[in-house]
């Protein structure tokens, strides 16, 4: 009867709690998930050096990881360092919510790391969690608090604000509660208050997707180089939701006008030749990126670049120029590019 009672008492709260896992088990495929991210700029330089910052981010997907939107910002190139060490320089765009301050990147990893599942119902206030990231370079560090409050906090509809303790470094990183579930993304803290860390809500993650085509992260970050310009940034956020919708036609026309505006404008012109390289006109595309080359001033940029120009000298059969072009990235250490002409 006793053994009867107790297994009785225990069903009944393991329903209660929502059978929360032991502790030690959720942080172990937590720090499995987490990666830390360091950015860089033009020349190639850590943005740590200049303080302008690195972070965190997890798998939710094979491949997929997202971090918070102000990590990857103005990132001219990035390296994602999974658990096992490996690190990953061949960074998508797969979707982003500026407002929200989310992104979704994909990187071409053989890994098979432990994939994080987004919960699907709003914590309350006084629920236990967990944040596994990158405080100041210190990966995988865990911490612990509650959900202090949820509140609106503008621009954000809707926050969660939480008492674990978090430092630069660590935006981005999974806010789990007790069954290893993501409730929320660290996105930013209140310096003038004690402990005022905040994250955005799981119902919010759970909206990103892949939209549309894939671009690099450099090739991102050139848009929103591009969008900073106030006289033709109508243009470019018009000629970015068509580019998304796969409407090239009307891209070209809206990059093709934010070029003029900026004749010199390197990611309006690299947005040009791409619109044409989808619509097949492979000639305008080469004399296209062979303009954003002479004005490109960095080896990471001409790159990026470069294998763009490959790829089409493979399609239209100049095979010694694309393998020249395939030659002189394997010679710089660009792997992954490398590997993206070996399809051809």
């Known amino acids: 009867m006793k053994v009867t009672s107790y297994h009785c008492l225990f069903f009944v709260a393991c329903i209660l709690s929502g059978c929360s896992r032991d502790v030690r088990s959720v942080i172990q495929e937590a720090q499995g998930a987490v990666v830390s ?159 005022l860390n905040f994250a955005i809500p799981s119902s919010t993650l759970a909206q990103l997707d892949i939209q549309g085509t894939p671009v690099s992260l450099h090739q991102w970050t050139l848009r929103h180089q591009v969008a900073t310009n106030k006289e033709s940034r109508p243009y470019w956020e018009e000629g970015d939701r068509l580019y998304k919708a796969g409407n090239f036609e009307g891209a070209l026309s809206m990059f093709e006008e934010c070029s003029r505006l900026g004749p010199r404008d390197v990611g309006s012109l690299h947005f040009v030749a791409r619109c044409q390289e989808q619509l097949g006109s492979l000639s305008d595309a080469i004399i296209g990126y062979q303009k954003v080359l002479a004005l490109e001033t960095s080896t990471s940029d001409s790159a990026s670049t470069l294998a763009s120009l490959g790829r089409i000298y493979f399609m239209i059969g100049r095979r010694s120029d694309g393998l020249s072009i395939r030659r002189w990235l394997a010679a710089k250490g660009y792997a992954g590019l490398v590997y993206e002409l070996s399809k051809f």
């Open 37 to 195: 991210i360091a950015t860089y700029d033009s020349a190639g330089y850590s943005r740590v050096e200049r303080s302008v910052g690195t972070g965190t981010g997890f798998f939710v997907g094979h491949n997929m990881v997202v971090t918070c939107w102000h990590v990857m910002e103005w990132a001219e190139r990035a390296s994602i360092k999974v658990q096992s060490g490996a690190e990953y320089t061949m960074v998508e765009v797969l979707d982003e919510d500026s407002v929200n301050d989310l992104i979704l990147l994909g990187i071409r990893t053989d890994d098979v790391p432990p994939v994080l599942s987004i919960e699907g119902e709003e914590p309350e206030e006084g629920d236990k969690i967990m944040v596994v990231g990158n405080p100041f370079g210190l990966e995988r560090s865990v911490s612990e608090g509650i959900v202090a409050a949820i509140r609106g906090l503008p621009p954000y509809d809707r926050i969660i604000q939480i008492t674990a303790p978090v430092s630069p470094g660590s935006s981005g990183s999974p806010v789990l509660n007790m069954r290893g579930k993501v409730v929320g993304v660290v996105s930013m803290s209140l310096k003038t208050g004690q402990n």
